[in-house]
């Protein structure tokens, strides 16, 4: 796969006895965004520290932009822009200090390219780090992932701390990175967010890859929670049959239950009542696991 | 090329970062050394400190850098030497060192500073060499900035010693805080722990120092002080001798070797 920016085969971590991840077989094309899923502990950031050299592998090959990951390391992360929210920052430096100080491993000047992407997510550079809320230093993480226009964006959890409106934002900047022939590979636990800025996902559990799918494949499947205030009292075994309904619970005047699939059966079933008030919700990747994937891991998401 | 260019970029900013703490170090040991000069006028040529001095205990004349240095503590030389070199200096510089050796290794890791420098293309080997050159400069620079205060103010107070004897004894005791330096950034790059890393660099330090001293009083002691770095950097009394070759080949050799361990096992070390 000559032309496949990033590509993993087989890649395995033991920590001791304990698997962080297992066989993993990774593909990613420039010009494409992949979505690494996963519950918590999963082994997103386990697989992510490899390509990054942070960790070795127990065995497994890991390659970026054709160079190994480990031997290479070098080269490689010359052309990764890297995000990640274990990353710790210099707190007393101001962000501008910050971001102009790691430019500089690069040797390029990324003085307009740090104002232009501060002007766009709304930092103000002139603040120290320690300062900063979640948010903020999010932005730093992400300034200092995208400054240096890299073939390869390695993004692990990128929106973590981010309102809404600079999560649009995110995802405009992959889809420009995308279209410029940069792969793009995060890791999120959201569903929503994936099906909206990635192609393909993979999805890992129990650090096993359990599925790869095309994003419009897990939109047909993924969950909402709704909860509907109606008027009068609803009766539950109504809404039970409906397809794709399930987790029905009735409290007084209001339903909750989850969806996956088509809305449209349930829509028709809410519409024959007056309806107060109706909430609808993403469910996050756990919970889907749970009813998706219970059968090919350990049993249930009690042990992480 | 692009390896000597990341580890000055890492050097500048570990160098920046402690600032403060070095500057406070700096200030401690430049008012310890002024305490040390504006005491020497009443002890010189003292009788009655002199004959005090002789009946201390060897015990405690062999921690001050042993018995025949202890009985010449009414000469210049022998003071500075007895009250600066013999145990102070080098033992503080062993702390300063094994502060900061820890901290930029171990101490990085830890709060995750290590994976936004390894996120960028920079060699394991660069950026621990840019910390080890951090951590030797720092002492060289608080150990310069004592000789040079005990070498300017000394004669004014009627002790003259000669900045040759000065600096050759400085140079022990920066050596010797070289040398654990080195020791905290090899146990941090081993476990990733800066109280870890500076502790066995300490416990190394004073071991050593133990061993050194004691070693006057047990003979069964005698032929293991080789092993103890504190004997290397003192023996010999360089502030009358003149730097001990040998003694203070020994501990550059070590210095290499401990930062060399240390560029090894972190190239194999997994971060947190």
């Known amino acids: 796969m000559s032309d496949a920016a990033i590509v993993t085969r087989g890649l395995t971590k033991y920590y001791g006895e304990h698997p962080g991840a297992i066989d993993v077989d990774l593909d990613v094309r420039p010009g494409e965004v992949v979505g690494f899923l996963g519950p918590n502990g999963a082994g997103k950031s386990t697989t992510i520290k490899m390509l990054l050299d942070f960790i070795a592998p127990t065995s497994g090959t890991a390659t970026v932009a054709g160079l190994d990951c480990r031997r290479d390391s070098v080269e490689v992360r010359q052309r990764v822009g890297f995000l990640s929210s274990d990353v710790g920052y210099y707190e007393r430096l101001t962000a501008s200090d910050l971001l102009q100080w790691l430019g500089g491993f690069r040797a390029d000047d990324c003085g307009p390219a740090i104002e232009a992407l501060a002007a766009r997510l709304g930092l103000d550079l002139s603040r120290r780090v320690g300062d900063l809320s979640t948010g903020n230093r999010q932005k730093v ?39 410029r022939g940069a792969a793009v590979f995060l890791s999120s636990h959201v569903i929503d967010e994936v099906e909206r800025s990635c192609d393909r996902v993979v999805i890992i559990k129990d650090a096993r890859v359990v599925a790869h799918e095309n994003v419009a494949d897990l939109t047909s499947r993924s969950m909402r929670e709704i909860t509907a205030r109606l008027t009068g009292l609803p009766a539950a075994a109504a809404f039970e049959a409906i397809a794709g309904v399930s987790d029905v619970a009735v409290d007084g005047d ?36 749970l009813h998706y994937y219970r059968d090919t891991g350990a049993g249930d998401d009690g042990a992480r | 090329m692009a390896l000597a260019d990341g580890g000055r970029l890492i050097a500048r900013r570990a160098w920046l970062d402690r600032r403060r703490v070095r500057s406070w170090w700096a200030l401690g040991m430049l008012a310890y050394a002024a305490m040390i000069l504006a005491v020497w006028p009443s002890l010189e040529g003292s009788d009655s400190f002199a004959d005090v001095a002789q009946d201390y205990p060897d015990a405690i004349k062999a921690l001050f850098g042993g018995s025949e240095a202890f009985d010449a503590i009414t000469t210049p030389a022998g003071f500075i030497n007895t009250y600066i070199f013999s145990f102070m200096l080098p033992l503080l510089m062993m702390a300063l060192a094994s502060a900061a050796g820890a901290s930029l290794l171990a101490g990085e890791d830890e709060d995750g500073r290590l994976q936004l420098l390894l996120a960028q293309p920079v060699a394991r080997t660069a950026a621990v060499l840019a910390k080890a050159a951090v951590v030797i400069a720092e002492v060289v620079l608080v150990v310069a900035v004592v000789v040079v205060l005990i070498a300017v103010f000394g004669p004014l107070v009627d002790l003259d010693v000669g900045l040759g004897g000065l600096t050759a004894a400085g140079l022990g005791s920066a050596l010797f805080g070289g040398l654990h330096g080195g020791i905290a950034l090899l146990a941090g790059a081993l476990t990733g722990r800066r109280s870890t890393a500076m502790g066995v660099a300490i416990v190394v330090g004073v071991g050593g120092y133990l061993l050194s001293s004691l070693a006057e009083l047990a003979s069964w002691l005698e032929p293991f002080r080789f092993v103890s770095p504190m004997y290397h950097a003192v023996a010999g009394d360089p502030v009358s001798n003149g730097v001990p070759v040998t003694n203070y080949v020994v501990l550059a050799v070590a210095v290499a070797a401990v930062i060399i361990a240390a560029v090894a096992v972190f190239r194999g070390h997994d971060l947190h």
């Open chain 1, 254 to 289: 209001t339903v909750h239950l989850r969806l996956s699939g088509s809305p449209d059966a349930l829509l028709k079933k809410l519409a024959r009542h007056e309806v107060v008030d109706l909430v609808v919700a993403p469910v996050d990747l756990d919970e889907a696991f």
């Open chain 1, 141 to 179: 993480g992400l300034i200092q992932a995208f400054m240096h226009e890299p073939d390869v964006f390695i993004l692990d959890e990128p929106t973590a701390g981010l309102d809404p409106l600079l999560r649009r934002e995110f995802e405009a900047m992959v889809r420009e990175q995308a279209d």
